[in-house]
């Protein structure tokens, strides 16, 4: 059996299910692991972990977390100095809109999504797309839950200047043909 790497097929899944949702798009959404370069304001999804369930079984607990990433510095000939966290509020407010129905614990609803979103990468129109996630045809989001805690924030250690806050979830990832 060849490896299942469950966390690519779920970061690839959710952020296809972000943009299905049209509150995030090609170009200010990526997943941990892409190549191309990240501008700013964005979202990188990235699965930290993933614990299989039983040896040999491509089922298990992914722990998921979206960093939204944004520009802190104030535009010079803005006099408002609340516009940049009013920005920011509102972009991890849209990724939040997309990932919380339900109660705390039960969101079948953004699971099935996740799932539908991740499968048609597999069947995508344009070749490229479907051969670069072809293992994706079997993928099932079965569940997701918040995580504990579900938002953290600071400043990013990588580049000065830039907010960082960022969404925690569990998600329980096999592959299904149903």
Avoid at 64 to 76: K, S, V
Avoid at 95 to 111: P, Q
Wanted: proline letters at 4%.
């Amino acid at each position: 059996m060849a490896f299942n790497n469950a966390a690519s097929k779920t970061e690839r899944a959710v952020r296809a299910y972000l943009i299905s949702q049209g509150k995030a798009t090609a170009a200010d959404c990526y997943t941990m692991n892409g190549s191309n370069d990240k501008v700013l304001p964005n979202r990188v999804i990235g699965c930290m972990a993933y614990s299989p369930m039983r040896p040999n079984r491509p089922e298990g607990w992914v722990r998921l977390q979206i960093d939204h990433r944004y520009n802190a510095a104030l535009d010079p000939n803005d006099s408002n100095l609340e516009t940049q966290r009013v920005l920011i509020d509102g972009f991890v407010g849209d990724t939040m809109d997309s990932l919380i129905f339900g109660d705390r614990d039960s969101l079948n609803v953004v699971a099935d999504g996740i799932t539908a979103a991740g499968r048609a990468l597999a069947s995508d129109a344009d070749p490229v797309i479907a051969a670069n996630n072809a293992d994706m045809v079997n993928f099932r989001c079965d569940t997701i839950k918040q995580g504990d805690p579900v938002h953290t924030r600071g400043r990013s250690n990588e580049e000065a200047g830039v907010w960082l806050e960022s969404l925690h979830f569990m998600c329980f990832v096999s592959t299904a043909s149903a």
